[in-house]
Structure formats: structure tokens, C-alpha cells
């Protein structure tokens, strides 16, 4: 078995065929899953884009659209759960193919949106299609790397939240600029734009995705055996697979501070990607250069998402780099809030894109310590459903401060101070994961992290 911590002999040899299997595997994977990712991210936040000439066009204001936009995450977590439970019993290939077509037509939907109730319908409805995508993906990931690679590799698939992000400024802006397509207005064509390709996708990844490395026929024997290996090697070292009734997970208290320790990044991710194009339209510029401008906090974030979880995987430690880049996040937020010139604004908001985006892929790194099989399934569900609670809390949290306050800058002081949970929380979760505790009457020995 491939141990890099012990020296023996063939230890070249074996990184050799360790860094060989993993990144032929990664790049089989990652890329497809991060492309539908990337189109779900788009299709949840453009809304963000359409508010520009949606709200006056259907009745809107800043206080319902910021509902509205927060929904999506109530959707998200009623169906969490359920959704992660069908991957696991009707495979990934046919779960994530329901998933692309029921959020792509919901999507394109959006385009007949006629005031704020059909406004609240559909993006309840677009959360929970969507539900169960990205912790489907997380689980099905679980099957095919070892712990020690789990954080660089999320932080590839987490590279399409500002993939997204790019691609979508720019687009959306040159959407706004012209009058339609089809008899459609502006915002309506981007609906409509931005829906369809997860259509699209539903056949090629039924035709492309493996449902796990025994049906890959692009990996040889030999890896094959690497991975039970290897996996079988983490299970004995994190005695995984604490759970006899998968449901316990629901319960553990490490699953719910894993969710408070989590919730603090999508509610602010989502509370400033949802308010961004209104934050640079604010700037005084024109749709299509409001377009071009939001795309600069994300190449910050592929970057941060490109450095810290590796990172974070050479020295083998988490909860170091989540609190110091949490704080950092906290501070280039308020700071954002703080200048007024437009210029020092987007640097401190691209600065803090920068950590938001990176640390997630970290600590998603953590589940993995305890959770295995469907237990894994439940778990990481409960924490990404209770975590992206915040995705409705954020954008509806600025929206209802700026009704109130007439500005966006203490919409971002709050966005900030939720930060500092995260870095408390971490604490608690370092506590809580080094503690042996009793699941389902059995003692559950973790290791602890280096």
C-alpha cells in the first residue's frame, strides 16, 4: 500500500504511480463535473444580472427581489437530503441527467416571471431541482480519491463557481445591451440563454460519467485496485463508516458544526454575488461594462481556489488556514463597505472573493474524516442544506437593509461579521472532530490530523 509518510523502499516509484492514477483520474472527472457545475452556478446566480432591468419591467423591489433570489436556498434545503439519497440509489449518471433538465427548464422559465409571487415560485422551484448537485458530486468524488487528495481536487471542482462568474458578467452584460431575441426582452433572452445548456447536457452525461471506478473502462486493473487500497487504508485510519442507520448522521453534532463552520461562506458569496452587478452598476457604467468589471473578483477567486487548498493538502493542515483566511475575508469585506472609491471598492471585493472562494474547497476536506458510504450521502447533504440556509439569508439580508438604509455598504459590514463566526466555529469543529465520541452505541476512535 502507498503510505507517503513512511520512507520505504520504492517510495519514488510508488509517488511515481500515486500522482500518475490520481491526476489521470482527475482529469477524466473533474473537468465534465465542473462544467455542470459551472452551468448550475450560472443558472442560480444570473438572476443577479436580469434584476438590472427584471425589477422595474415585473414590479420588484430591492426588498422582494433579495426574497426572491434567497429562496432558491429554502428549495435547496427541503430537498437536500432526499436528492443525495436518490443519487445514492438510482446512481449518478441518472440523477445528476434529472437534476441538469428540471433546473434548465425551470430556468428558462424565469423568462415569464410577471410579478413577485411567480417570482417566489420559481426560484423555490429552481433550488429544489437543483438540490443535491453539488453534494451529489462531493459524494461520488468520495468513491474515486483518497482523503490526502480530497481538498485539491474540490478546490478544482469549486474553480467553476468563478468560472461561472466570468463567463457570466460579460454574457449577460452583451445580452442587457440589445433589445431580445424571439420576441423577448433583455432579460427575458437571458433566461432563456442561460437555461438551456443544462438541457443540452443531460445526454452526454448519461453517456460519459462513470457510477464508479469498477465501470470506468479507461482505468486499468491496477488503478482500479489502488483506489479500493487506498480508500480501505482511510477507512482504517479515520474508522469510518461510524454510522450503522445512515440517518444518524442527521444527528452527529460534528455534522452540525461542520454546518455552522460552513454557513457563513455561501450566505456571503451569494449575498455579494447576487448584489454585485447592482454593486458596479452603482459605479456609474453601462450594462455590458458592469459585465465586463464583476468577471475581476472572480479571476481573484480562481486564483485563491488555484493556491490555498493545495496548499493546505502539502501541509496536511485545515484548521489553521480556515481561520487566518476567514479573518482575512472579514476584513477586506468591511473594508469594501468602508472605501467609496470605486476602484479601492472592487479590489477589496475581489481580495475577499479571493478567500471565500478558496476556503470552501478546505473545508469540504473535513467530512471525509468521519462520514463514509451512505452515511457520507446523508451527511454531507445535511451540511450543505443547513450551510446554504445562507444563500437566503444574505442576498435577503442586504436587500432588507438597503430598503432600509438606502445603502449597500451596511449590507457588507453584516456580510462581514457573519466571517467571524466562521472563524469561532472552527474552533469547535477542530475540538469536536479530535474527540473520541459513541455513535449508534459503538466507540468511534478519529485520528487526528497531523
Given at each position: 500500500?502507498?503510505?507517503?509518510?513512511?520512507?520505504?523502499?520504492?517510495?519514488?516509484?510508488?509517488?511515481?504511480?500515486?500522482?500518475?492514477?490520481?491526476?489521470?483520474?482527475?482529469?477524466?472527472?473533474?473537468?465534465?463535473?465542473?462544467?455542470?457545475?459551472?452551468?448550475?452556478?450560472?443558472?442560480?446566480?444570473?438572476?443577479?444580472?436580469?434584476?438590472l432591468?427584471?425589477?422595474?419591467?415585473?414590479?420588484?423591489?430591492d426588498?422582494?427581489?433579495?426574497?426572491?433570489?434567497?429562496?432558491?436556498?429554502v428549495?435547496?434545503?427541503?430537498c437536500?437530503?432526499?436528492?443525495?439519497?436518490?443519487?445514492?440509489?438510482?446512481?449518478?449518471?441518472?440523477?445528476?441527467?434529472?437534476?441538469?433538465?428540471?433546473?434548465?427548464?425551470?430556468?428558462?422559465?424565469?423568462?415569464?416571471?410577471?410579478?413577485?409571487?411567480?417570482?417566489?415560485?420559481?426560484?423555490?422551484?429552481?433550488?429544489?431541482?437543483?438540490?443535491?448537485?453539488?453534494p451529489?458530486?462531493?459524494?461520488?468524488?468520495?468513491?474515486?480519491?483518497?482523503?490526502?487528495?480530497?481538498?485539491?481536487?474540490?478546490?478544482?471542482?469549486?474553480l467553476?463557481?468563478?468560472?461561472?462568474?466570468?463567463?457570466?458578467?460579460?454574457?449577460?452584460g452583451?445580452?442587457?445591451?440589445?433589445?431580445?431575441?424571439?420576441?423577448?426582452?433583455?432579460?427575458?433572452?437571458?433566461?432563456?440563454?442561460?437555461?438551456?445548456?443544462a438541457?443540452?447536457?443531460?445526454?452526454?452525461?448519461?453517456?460519459?460519467?462513470?457510477?464508479?471506478?469498477?465501470?470506468?473502462?479507461?482505468?486499468?486493473?491496477?488503478?482500479?485496485?489502488?483506489?479500493e487500497?487506498?480508500?480501505?487504508?482511510?477507512?482504517?485510519?479515520?474508522?469510518?463508516?461510524?454510522?450503522?442507520?445512515?440517518?444518524?448522521?442527521?444527528?452527529?453534532?460534528?455534522?452540525?458544526?461542520?454546518?455552522?463552520?460552513?454557513?457563513?461562506?455561501?450566505?456571503?458569496i451569494?449575498?455579494?454575488?447576487?448584489?454585485?452587478?447592482?454593486?458596479?452598476?452603482?459605479?456609474?457604467?453601462?450594462?455590458?461594462?458592469?459585465?465586463?468589471?464583476?468577471?475581476?473578483?472572480?479571476?481573484?477567486?480562481?486564483?485563491?481556489?488555484?493556491?490555498?487548498?493545495?496548499?493546505?493538502?502539502?501541509?496536511?493542515?485545515?484548521?489553521?488556514?480556515?481561520?487566518?483566511?476567514?479573518?482575512?475575508?472579514?476584513?477586506?469585506?468591511?473594508?469594501?463597505?468602508?472605501?467609496?472609491?470605486?476602484?479601492?471598492?472592487?479590489?477589496?471585493?475581489?481580495?475577499?472573493?479571493?478567500?471565500?472562494?478558496?476556503?470552501?474547497?478546505?473545508?469540504?476536506?473535513?467530512?471525509?474524516?468521519?462520514?463514509?458510504?451512505?452515511?457520507?450521502?446523508?451527511?454531507?447533504?445535511?451540511?450543505?442544506?443547513?450551510?446554504?440556509?445562507g444563500?437566503?439569508?444574505?442576498?435577503?439580508?442586504?436587500?432588507?437593509?438597503?430598503?432600509?438604509?438606502?445603502?449597500?455598504?451596511?449590507?457588507?459590514?453584516f456580510?462581514?461579521?457573519?466571517?467571524?463566526?466562521?472563524v469561532?466555529?472552527?474552533f469547535?469543529?477542530?475540538?469536536?472532530?479530535?474527540?473520541?465520541?459513541?455513535?449508534?452505541?459503538a466507540?468511534?476512535?478519529?485520528a487526528?490530523e497531523?
Amino acid at each position: 500500500m502507498i503510505n507517503p509518510q513512511v520512507q520505504q523502499p520504492g517510495k519514488t516509484e510508488a509517488g511515481a504511480e500515486e500522482k500518475h492514477i490520481v491526476g489521470h483520474i482527475a482529469r477524466r472527472l473533474v473537468p465534465f463535473l465542473a462544467l455542470i457545475y459551472v452551468v448550475a452556478y450560472v443558472d442560480r446566480t444570473v438572476v443577479g444580472f436580469a434584476k438590472l432591468h427584471m425589477n422595474a419591467a415585473v414590479g420588484l423591489s430591492d426588498a422582494a427581489y433579495g426574497l426572491g433570489a434567497g429562496l432558491f436556498f429554502v428549495g435547496y434545503f427541503l430537498c437536500e437530503v432526499p436528492s443525495n439519497l436518490a443519487l445514492a440509489r438510482f446512481g449518478a449518471r441518472v440523477w445528476f441527467a434529472r437534476i441538469l433538465f428540471t433546473w434548465g427548464a425551470i430556468t428558462m422559465a424565469m423568462a415569464f416571471v410577471s410579478g413577485p409571487k411567480s417570482f417566489y415560485v420559481l426560484r423555490f422551484l429552481l433550488g429544489a431541482a437543483e438540490a443535491g448537485l453539488y453534494p451529489g458530486i462531493l459524494f461520488f468524488l468520495t468513491h474515486w480519491f483518497p482523503l490526502r487528495h480530497r481538498a485539491r481536487v474540490i478546490g478544482l471542482l469549486v474553480l467553476a463557481q468563478p468560472i461561472a462568474g466570468i463567463v457570466t458578467g460579460p454574457i449577460a452584460g452583451a445580452l442587457l445591451e440589445t433589445h431580445g431575441f424571439f420576441g423577448l426582452s433583455n432579460w427575458q433572452t437571458l433566461f432563456v440563454v442561460s437555461g438551456l445548456p443544462a438541457v443540452l447536457l443531460c445526454l452526454p452525461t448519461l453517456r460519459l460519467l462513470p457510477e464508479s471506478p469498477a465501470h470506468a473502462r479507461w482505468l486499468k486493473p491496477e488503478a482500479r485496485r489502488w483506489i479500493e487500497r487506498e480508500l480501505a487504508s482511510d477507512h482504517r485510519s479515520y474508522s469510518l463508516d461510524a454510522h450503522r442507520n445512515p440517518f444518524s448522521a442527521l444527528k452527529d453534532r460534528r455534522v452540525l458544526l461542520l454546518a455552522l463552520l460552513f454557513l457563513p461562506f455561501p450566505l456571503c458569496i451569494y449575498g455579494l454575488s447576487l448584489w454585485l452587478p447592482t454593486i458596479i452598476k452603482a459605479f456609474g457604467v453601462s450594462d455590458s461594462t458592469a459585465g465586463l468589471l464583476s468577471a475581476v473578483p472572480y479571476l481573484f477567486a480562481v486564483a485563491g481556489l488555484l493556491i490555498v487548498p493545495r496548499h493546505s493538502d502539502k501541509h496536511r493542515e485545515r484548521y489553521g488556514h480556515i481561520v487566518v483566511v476567514s479573518a482575512v475575508a472579514a476584513l477586506t469585506m468591511a473594508a469594501s463597505a468602508w472605501v467609496h472609491t470605486p476602484v479601492l471598492q472592487l479590489l477589496f471585493i475581489s481580495l475577499t472573493a479571493f478567500s471565500l472562494y478558496s476556503i470552501q474547497a478546505v473545508v469540504w476536506a473535513l467530512p471525509g474524516e468521519f462520514l463514509t458510504g451512505t452515511s457520507a450521502a446523508v451527511g454531507i447533504a445535511m451540511i450543505n442544506s443547513l450551510a446554504n440556509l445562507g444563500g437566503y439569508l444574505g442576498p435577503y439580508g442586504i436587500g432588507l437593509i438597503k430598503d432600509a438604509t438606502g445603502s449597500l455598504a451596511a449590507g457588507l459590514y453584516f456580510l462581514a461579521a457573519t466571517l467571524l463566526v466562521a472563524v469561532l466555529a472552527t474552533f469547535a469543529v477542530r475540538a469536536a472532530l479530535r474527540t473520541p465520541v459513541q455513535s449508534d452505541g459503538a466507540n468511534v476512535k478519529l485520528a487526528r490530523e497531523s
